[in-house]
């Protein structure tokens, strides 16, 4: 989804502004050896050991000889008045590995090519968000509608209290959603507020982690 910084996304008569308030940056130096999701455990941990909340980390793999590799670079999100702290923690350490951490705007794409989707798991790796910020005069219908035009191809559940629940498939789903935090839509300004555990699949039946 392609949003304008200067005019907005005009959608059925509301408009979307680019403003998010949660900033994006790379880090690099953390041990790959370790599973995907033990690395951004450990990348989370690492930082609210400092204070910092990451409300996202994503580390990229690749396949060999059926088995899967972390890349060596991976994204974290944080709130935007984090971001500052967060960056002071270039050159820390990680479990007796330095990590090197730099911004990356989300309207930067010079390493698109390290973090592109190589693998199938990347493609169809289910995400779960809670976004706020619509008001309880609200139907839940009308939420549900209006976040699955802002987000096409999600499904939505939304709650009493003006927030929802949003499920995300595809390689840039998260990317974007976190981008357009902070942005309006019909006079409703909303935000991603926290990224829910992955749904992990065992024995065929679909484990979900519901609480927020």
């Known amino acids: 989804m ?36 033990d690395v951004e455990e450990a990348l989370k941990q690492h930082f609210a050991s400092h204070g910092i909340k990451l409300m996202h980390a994503s580390v990229p793999v690749d396949c060999k000889f059926c088995k899967f590799f972390s890349r060596r670079r991976a994204l ?11 960056l002071k923690l270039d050159g820390s350490d990680m479990g007796g590995r330095i990590l090197k951490i ?32 619509f008001g309880t005069s609200l139907s839940r219908d009308d939420i549900k509608k209006m976040l699955c035009r802002v987000f096409p191809g999600s499904t939505c ?14 390689p840039y789903a998260m990317d974007e959603a976190l981008k357009l935090s902070g942005g309006s839509v019909e006079g409703f300004k909303f935000a991603v507020t926290k990224v829910l ?16």
């Open 2 to 37: 392609d949003v304008s910084a200067n005019n907005g996304l005009e959608l059925n008569g509301g408009i979307i502004r680019n403003s998010s308030i949660i900033s994006r940056m790379v880090v690099e130096g953390y041990d790959t050896s370790p599973p995907r999701k």
């Open 157 to 170: 559940v939304s709650v009493r209290d003006g927030s929802a629940l949003l499920h995300l498939r595809g």
């Open 102 to 133: 730099t911004a990356y705007p989300f309207d930067d794409n010079s390493l698109e090519h390290d973090f592109a989707p190589t693998e199938l798991i990347d493609e169809y790796r289910p995400r779960k968000l809670k976004v706020t910020g």
């Open 197 to 212: 555990p992955e749904i992990v699949m065992q024995v065929g039946i679909r484990r979900e982690d519901w609480a927020y």
């Open 76 to 86: 974290i999100y944080v709130n935007g008045e984090c971001e500052a702290e967060a």
